[in-house]
Every structure is written in C-alpha cells, then in structure tokens.
C-alpha cells in the first residue's frame, strides 16, 4: 500500500493557470472545421466559431491559446488576414498539407475566439521569414490606442478599441522549421526584434516568449540565454519574460518520423515505453531549468512548455500533413502525469500548452462535420482544473511501486497536490499499472480530522479505450466511490486511471 503525505503547512509556488494551456496552428482541421467554421456554416456558430467546441472549452476552463503556430507562424504575414474576407489573400499552407489557406480566420477572427473562450491571448510572430517592421506593425495594429497607420487601419477593419496580447512569442521553433538558426544567431535577432515589441498600454504588458530548445538540446539554452544575459544582466526579465521548451512523446521510435506507432493499436510494452518516454519532461524542466538558474535565479523567467503531447502517426486514411490522431487511455496518463509533473515544477514553468486543441496530435476535441467528441485527455483537463491559480502543496508518495520492465520501468503513481485560496485541497493521481489497482492511504500532516472528501472523479479505462463518433462515450469521467473516510482517507486506485479528489473543512 502506498502513502500520500500532503504536508499542507509548506505552501509552495503558485501553479499558473497557464500550465493548463493549449495550442491551435493553421494546420490540418485545427482552426478550420475543428475551431472556426464561418458564420454561414450550418454548424451552429457565433460569428464563425464553433459553439458546441466553445462551450466544451469553456467548461474544461481553457485559460491560454497560442496562435497562429507553429511552423506555420514563422510562415504567417499577418496582413494576409484583415480586412474585408473577399479580398483576403489565398495562399497554399506548404507545410502541412499542401492545402489552400484563404486566410478567413485571421488576426479580428482570433480574437473573437478568445474573448468567447474568456481565455488569454499568446500570438506567435513571425521571425524566420518576416521583418522586424512586420512584427512591429502588428503588436501596433493589435494593442496601440491612439492615431497611427496600424491603429487606424484596425478600426477601418471595424475594431476600435486594441486587443489585449497577453504573450508574444518571438519565433517558433527557430532551430528548426523557424530559419535552421544557431543558437547565437537566433539570440542576437531575438535581442533585435524584441526590442520593437512595444508596450502601448503600460499596464497591460506584452509578455515576451523567447524561443527556447527542442528537447534535450542544453546547448541551445545555454548559448541562447549567453547572448541575450549578455546584453542587459540587469534588467533580464522584462527582456525576456518566457523561454519556451517543445518536448513531443513518440511512442515506438526516436528519430524516425515515418513511423511513430498507431495512436489505438499498440503493445502493453509500446503502453509503458510511452509513459516512460513522457516522464523524460521532468528531466527536462530539471536540466534546462538548472540553466536558467544560472542567469535568472530568482525565477522571473517562465520556462514555457508551449508544445507538449504524444506524436502518433496519423489515422489511416487521413492527409499526413493534417496530423490528425486519436486519442485513448494512453493519452488521459500522459496528460495526467505530464500536468502533474508540471505542477510540481510550478516555480519554473509558468506556461504549457498541449498540441494542438482540435483534431491534431494530442487533442481534447475531435470533430467530424456537425459531430464532436471529447478525448480522454479532455477529461483529463477537466478534473485537473481546480489547480489552476492554487497554490502547490508539498506531497511525498511512500512505498511507491514500480510498473513497466527493463528501460520501460517507471513510478506506479505520479500525483500533485494543491490548495486553492479558499482552503480546499485538489489531489490528482495516475496509476500507470495496466494490471494492478492501488491501496492510497492519503495523510495530511495539519487539520487531518477536520478534511472530508467534496468531490471524487475517476477516469479509466484499457489502455487502448477511446471515444469515437459512433460510440463517443467509451471513456468519461465518473463519480469516484472507492474510499473510506472512517479513519483517515485511503482510496483504491484502479489500474490505468486518473484521479481526482477534492478535500473541504
Ligand atoms: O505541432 C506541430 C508542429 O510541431 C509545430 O508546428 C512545430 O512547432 C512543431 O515542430
């Protein structure tokens, strides 16, 4: 039996809401079909956007959305997308897919999904193939209240007043599909283009997200953070609040990119090798954090996860530059542990967004025309919720086992534990044992008697379960009945499951 001490007198770090955040590129079904589908589309909508998805995002409390991307964003001119939908430019989207773009959701049409969804804004410039003036231009275009080109041309285009931009990445991915830059190459132009984000609304400042590495690339952290520490040591934060990291989970290979393994069909071996491939981003945010430390010890920086989720290949049948995959039981653990890892590290990362919201890679929602459906993972979301803007608890799991064998060996239970600001405590576990239920005996260290369970959800399921438009209930959340509170708490974890509990004086 393993024991969970929650020591609910040593408060931790605030877990930003942020950490629950999501990702939506022009690619594939994503934003057109899966988000946006028009105002004259027969799926019901409010100026375009897709109600039942909105809603369904409302209720899971997303709190981020970055746009436009992706590779797609270093790609993007944004001017593309304004003004009257008729004249919009239509342009092949040449990385994924190979399909037109007509550009009828754009820079007005991104903000009207955000303030439906209530969530904040991350806008990806374009730094790879732009310019310093169009990225300038647009920060003015989108948050600059009084006479200029660009705030002029805004309300020609029928918006008065500036939009809030909450996050402004400054490149995607630049070692890669954003300019195949070196690392201190990319730092001298993030050193020049962010100069030119300015703040029009001093009391809303643009938060800047430098690009950060690509998995476990420590020399592009170490050698990106160099030259930009370099230039202003003082004032380092404010230069750079953010610096992304972008980890994918492949399944069954590491580098072979035509075959990462099925998203339903796979082994119990593939089932462990997964989790435990996923449970690399907390060496991850340890290693690339310890960098971080050394230039910004205080922490100011977030370390944003803005790309995170398994990487299947696609559904048989589909386009593969639309990435479009399922979702299963497998997914609900890695989003489980993954957030949970995340929590825990709440003092570095301040943002993560899973990729991507709708119809690509790790998805909460798929659609198919009228129809959608909620993935396991958006279950999973949605029981973690209550720890957005809690405060994390210290918490120590004794006598954890082991599941998975050989290199595949990794923790039975990942859990994280926080407490909002009206006292209540949120506890989320995952026990990645495909066979073995666990006996929990959970002990908080202050009030222990005082504490009663206020809310119990559980999803499980077999590994490979998932939701599908003919039967889209296989995998829901249910009311967890499976503990006993009659001296002090203990639950049952089943085997291949997330849990949640809520515990109120
Ligand atoms: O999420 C799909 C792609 O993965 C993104 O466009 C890119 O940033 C990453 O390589």
Not at 69 to 91: L, Q, S, T, V
Not at 237 to 243: L, R, T, V
Not at 348 to 366: D, E, F, G, H, P
Not at 405 to 416: D, M, V
Request: glycine share 8%; aromatic share 10%; charged share 25%.
């Amino acid at each position: 039996m393993a024991k969970l001490i929650i020591n609910n007198e040593n408060k931790k770090s605030k877990i930003a809401p942020e950490i629950y955040g999501h990702f939506s590129e022009h690619l594939g079904r994503c934003i057109y079909e899966g988000l946006y589908v028009g105002e004259n589309s027969d799926i019901p909508n409010v100026n375009g956007m897709r109600s039942d998805v909105v809603e369904a995002l409302k209720e899971m409390k997303i709190p981020v959305l970055r746009w436009p991307g992706g590779c797609f964003a270093d790609e993007y001119h944004w001017m593309d997308g304004i003004g009257p939908k008729n004249k919009r430019k239509k342009m092949i989207n040449t990385h994924w897919g190979g399909v037109v773009e007509d550009n009828s959701f754009g820079t007005h049409e991104f903000f009207e999904l955000t303030k439906q969804l209530g969530c904040k804004t991350y806008v990806n410039a374009n730094l790879g193939s732009g310019t310093v003036r169009e990225m300038s231009e647009w920060v003015e275009y989108m948050t600059f209240n009084g006479v200029s080109p660009m705030a002029d041309l805004r309300k020609e285009n029928g918006h008065e007043e500036p939009w809030k931009v909450d996050y402004l990445g400054v490149g995607n991915e630049n070692w890669g599909c954003g300019g195949n830059m070196r690392p201190t190459f990319y730092a001298d132009e993030y050193r020049r283009y962010q100069t030119y984000v300015r703040n029009y609304d001093a009391s809303k400042p643009i938060q800047k997200i430098c690009c950060g590495p690509n998995s476990d690339d420590y020399n592009w952290t170490k050698n990106v953070l160099e030259t930009c520490f370099d230039h202003t040591p003082a004032h380092f934060h404010g230069f750079m609040d953010g610096f992304s990291l972008h980890y994918y989970t492949l399944p069954e290979t590491v580098d072979d990119w035509n075959f990462k393994g099925s998203a339903t069909e796979f082994t119990e071996d593939i089932f462990y090798q997964t989790l435990k491939r996923s449970l690399f981003m907390d060496e991850l945010i340890r290693k690339h954090g310890a960098i971080m430390d050394q230039y910004d010890p205080d922490k100011k920086i977030g370390l944003m996860v803005d790309e995170w989720g398994i990487w299947t290949d696609v559904e048989p049948g589909t386009n593969p530059g639309f990435l479009y995959q399922q979702n299963t039981m497998r997914d609900a653990l890695v989003a489980g542990m993954n957030l949970n890892i995340f929590n825990k590290h709440s003092d570095r990362v301040k943002m993560a967004c899973i990729a991507q919201l709708v119809n690509v890679l790790q998805s909460v929602i798929l659609t198919d025309g009228e129809k959608m459906i909620k993935t396991p993972t958006y279950y999973v979301f949605k029981m973690f919720r209550h720890h957005q803007g809690a405060t994390l608890l210290d918490s120590t799991l004794c006598n954890n086992s082991n599941v998975g064998a050989g290199q595949n060996e990794l923790p039975k239970i990942i859990e994280s534990v926080s407490e909002n600001e009206n006292g209540e405590i949120t506890i989320t576990l995952t026990n990645n044992s495909l066979e073995a239920a666990e006996d929990v005996e959970i002990a908080l260290v202050k009030d222990a008697d005082k504490f009663k369970v206020s809310e119990a959800i559980v999803l499980k399921g077999r590994m490979a379960d998932h939701n599908t438009f003919d039967d889209p209930e296989v995998v829901k959340e249910e009311s967890f009945k499976d503990y006993r509170e009659d001296n002090g708490l203990m639950c049952t974890i089943p085997a291949c499951s997330v849990l949640m509990l809520r515990l109120k004086k």
